[in-house]
C-alpha cells in the first residue's frame, strides 16, 4: 500500500471513531505498530489528526486544517473586507501597530495609508508589500522562519524580535473561535508569535469573519479576556 492511500485510511478510520487506540488502528487496518506510529506522528504534525498516549483522536472541528493564504483571499472577501473596515477605526494617527500574518489583516494593510504616519511591524511578507504599495513609510518586516502556506514569519528569532517591542495596537489573525469566545490558531509556532504581540500590545483585536465563529481549532492562543474579537456582525 502507498503512504499516502495509508495516512488517508487511517485518518478516514479515525474521523469515523473519533478516537482509536493504536492497538484498534493496527489490528483493523492491518499496518504494524512500527508504521502506524510514524504515520501518526505525520498525520499529527500535519494537523490532521491529534495523536494522544496509546492512539489517535479525530480534530474534525470547523476550520481545523490550515487553508493557503491566496485560497483564504478568495473566500468571504466582503465580509473581510467590512472587518478590516472596522479594524481600520481603531487605529490612530502615529501609534505603533502590529498586523498578524492572514487574509483579514491583509485587507486592512490595503487600508492603511501613510497620513496616518503609523510605525507598522508585520510578520508577513505579502502584508509588507501591501504597505509599502500604499508608501508606508515606516515598515518592519520581523525576521524568522516564513511558513509558506500562510505566509507567516514565525519561530524563536521572531519571538525574541518582538520581545524588544511595545505596540498601541495589535491586529491578530484567528483561525477559530468557540462558544466561550476562546481563539485559535493551527499552528504552535504562529500561536507564540500571537501570544507575544498581545502581551506587548497596549490593545490586541482578533479579526475572524463568522465563518470561523463556534469551531475549535488546534492550538488556543488566546481568549475574550485579553483580545477584542472583530467580526463581520451586524452591530
Same mark, same amino acid.
Not at 524580535?161 to 473561535?177: C, E, Q, R, T
Given at each position: 500500500?502507498?503512504? /499516502?492511500?495509508?495516512?488517508?485510511? +487511517?485518518?478516514?478510520?479515525?474521523?469515523? !471513531?473519533?478516537? #482509536?487506540?493504536?492497538?484498534?488502528?493496527?489490528?483493523?487496518?492491518?499496518?504494524?505498530?512500527?508504521?502506524?506510529?510514524?504515520?501518526?506522528?505525520?498525520?499529527? *504534525?500535519?494537523?490532521?489528526?491529534?495523536?494522544?498516549?496509546?492512539?489517535?483522536? %479525530?480534530?474534525?472541528?470547523? &476550520?481545523?486544517?490550515? &487553508? *493557503?493564504?491566496? /485560497?483564504?483571499?478568495?473566500? =468571504?472577501?466582503?465580509?473581510?473586507?467590512?472587518?478590516?473596515?472596522?479594524?481600520?477605526? #481603531?487605529?490612530?494617527?502615529?501609534?505603533?501597530?502590529?498586523?498578524?500574518?492572514? @487574509? @483579514?489583516?491583509?485587507?486592512?494593510?490595503?487600508?492603511?495609508?501613510?497620513?496616518?504616519?503609523?510605525?507598522?511591524?508585520?510578520? @508577513?511578507?505579502?502584508?509588507?508589500?501591501?504597505?509599502?504599495? =500604499?508608501? +508606508?513609510?515606516?515598515?518592519?518586516?520581523?525576521?524568522?522562519?516564513? !511558513?509558506? &502556506?500562510?505566509?507567516?514569519? #514565525?519561530?524563536?528569532?521572531?519571538?525574541?524580535?518582538? &520581545?524588544?517591542?511595545?505596540?498601541?495596537?495589535?491586529?491578530?489573525?484567528?483561525?477559530?473561535?468557540? =462558544?466561550?469566545?476562546?481563539?485559535?490558531?493551527?499552528?504552535?509556532?504562529?500561536?507564540?508569535?500571537?501570544?507575544?504581540?498581545?502581551?506587548?500590545?497596549?490593545?490586541?483585536?482578533?479579526?475572524?469573519?463568522?465563518?470561523?465563529?463556534?469551531?475549535?481549532?488546534?492550538?488556543?492562543?488566546?481568549?475574550? %479576556?485579553?483580545?477584542?474579537?472583530? %467580526?463581520?456582525?451586524?452591530?
Amino acid at each position: 500500500m502507498l503512504r /499516502e492511500e495509508r495516512l488517508k485510511l +487511517i485518518l478516514d478510520f479515525v474521523n469515523n !471513531k473519533g478516537y #482509536c487506540t493504536n492497538e484498534l488502528i493496527s489490528n483493523k487496518l492491518g499496518i504494524p505498530f512500527t508504521t502506524l506510529r510514524r504515520d501518526l506522528t505525520d498525520l499529527h *504534525n500535519e494537523t490532521k489528526l491529534k495523536r494522544v498516549h496509546g492512539g489517535a483522536k %479525530s480534530i474534525r472541528e470547523k &476550520s481545523i486544517l490550515e &487553508s *493557503n493564504l491566496y /485560497e483564504k483571499m478568495t473566500v =468571504n472577501i466582503e465580509a473581510k473586507k467590512m472587518i478590516a473596515k472596522k479594524a481600520l477605526e #481603531c487605529i490612530k494617527p502615529f501609534e505603533t501597530v502590529f498586523l498578524d500574518a492572514g @487574509s @483579514s489583516t491583509y485587507f486592512l494593510a490595503e487600508l492603511i495609508k501613510p497620513e496616518y504616519n503609523n510605525k507598522v511591524y508585520t510578520n @508577513s511578507v505579502i502584508n509588507a508589500q501591501v504597505l509599502a504599495n =500604499n508608501s +508606508i513609510r515606516d515598515i518592519y518586516l520581523l525576521p524568522g522562519k516564513l !511558513k509558506i &502556506s500562510t505566509g507567516a514569519i #514565525c519561530g524563536v528569532e521572531t519571538i525574541q524580535a518582538l &520581545s524588544k517591542y511595545n505596540f498601541d495596537v495589535a491586529f491578530l489573525g484567528i483561525n477559530a473561535v468557540d =462558544n466561550d469566545f476562546n481563539f485559535y490558531t493551527t499552528d504552535e509556532d504562529e500561536a507564540e508569535v500571537k501570544k507575544m504581540a498581545i502581551k506587548n500590545a497596549q490593545f490586541a483585536f482578533g479579526l475572524a469573519d463568522t465563518s470561523k465563529m463556534h469551531s475549535k481549532s488546534f492550538v488556543k492562543y488566546s481568549d475574550k %479576556s485579553q483580545i477584542a474579537l472583530i %467580526s463581520n456582525e451586524e452591530e
